[in-house]
């Protein structure tokens, strides 16, 4: 059904934009929890809607859910878990991203370049990895927008 595949489409492509600011929360917030290892649960509160404040938007509307935000982090299970772990998603993200566009421009050099990232596994650093895949390990604003205009770019092809 061209409908329901456009629908799932649109929908795979929001939830790639969207988790990028989701991770930046949580990594700024887990930095500010081991750089103050002796904090109170007041600071740590104060500090995890002090991270939300400068990453909220004005999308949503919040107002009368402070006592679910103030404790949002703990849904997130990698900080407990695996720590410093959850920043790799968005790295993997933007790779996928820079690969997705390289293939649209030139579906063999990608496919190459790909192949040789992979047959390197564990053997090189992620900076070398990405270049082998012909992308840059650079997650610069300029960088980032460029590739989120991209997948704004292919939700706006349909």
Not at 3 to 28: G, N, T, Y
Not at 41 to 60: G, I, S
Not at 78 to 87: D, S
Request: aromatic share 14%; hydrophobic share 40%.
């Amino acid at each position: 059904n061209p409908e329901e595949l456009a629908r799932a489409k649109e929908h795979q492509l929001e939830r790639v934009i969207s988790i990028f600011p989701w991770i930046a929360i949580i990594d700024k917030f887990q930095h500010w929890v081991y750089e103050h290892p002796v904090h109170t649960h007041e600071e740590r509160t104060q500090a995890w809607k002090a991270v939300l404040n400068e990453f909220k938007d004005d999308v949503v509307n919040y107002e009368g859910l402070d006592a679910f935000r103030s404790n949002a982090w703990q849904r997130q299970l990698h900080l407990f878990e695996v720590p410093f772990y959850y920043i790799e998603y968005g790295i993997a993200q933007l790779g996928a991203i820079g690969m997705w566009k390289q293939y649209k421009d030139n579906p063999q050099k990608a496919l190459d370049n790909y192949c040789a990232a992979l047959s390197l596994g564990g053997t090189k650093t992620l900076p070398e990895l990405y270049k082998a895949a012909g992308l840059e390990f650079d997650f610069s604003p300029e960088k980032i927008k460029g590739l989120m205009e991209f997948v704004k770019a292919r939700m706006d092809e349909g």
